[in-house]
């Protein structure tokens, strides 16, 4: 199995959308190995793609949109969302079924908070053409 979790500094980065690296686990006969992967600027939509070339089974995150949880769902990969944390905490707590998540979590309009201390609008995302992980405005 592989668990993909967005990255920065050692903690589940808050805007799946906007992640510039992921901390990809695989887990084997028990054992655990993680490795950080830069996404290249790959950004919003194309990172479901990211994560499936990847061979990802799980994704652990905090703030998400739902156009990212129905293109990670068409990839076949599993979204615990509205996670904190250290990512290797939040990987044990997966692991153990304890991980503490948001079965609902999703931006679905314009001023939505990814619990990270802003919303969208504060970011500068104004133009029409533009999608915040999913909301489009």
Do not use: W
């Not at 153990?96 to 919303?119: A, I, M, Q, R, T």
Request: aromatic share 6%; with cysteine.
């Amino acid at each position: 199995m592989k668990i993909a979790v967005p990255y920065e500094d050692g903690k589940v980065y808050q805007h799946f959308g906007h992640s510039e690296k992921f901390k990809i686990y695989t887990v084997e006969n028990g054992n655990v190995s993680g490795e950080v992967v830069d996404t290249d600027g790959t950004g919003h939509g194309a990172l479901a793609g990211f994560l499936k070339v990847r061979g990802v089974d799980v994704l652990i995150c905090g703030g998400i949109g739902g156009g990212a949880i129905a293109a990670l769902g068409s990839a076949g990969i599993r979204v615990f969302g509205g996670v904190e944390g250290e990512t290797d905490a939040v990987v044990e707590a997966f692991l153990k079924g304890d991980l503490s998540y948001d079965p609902n979590v999703k931006c679905s309009h314009h001023e939505h908070d990814h619990g990270e201390g802003h919303s969208c609008g504060a970011h500068g995302c104004h133009s029409d053409d533009h999608s915040c992980g999913g909301c489009r405005h």
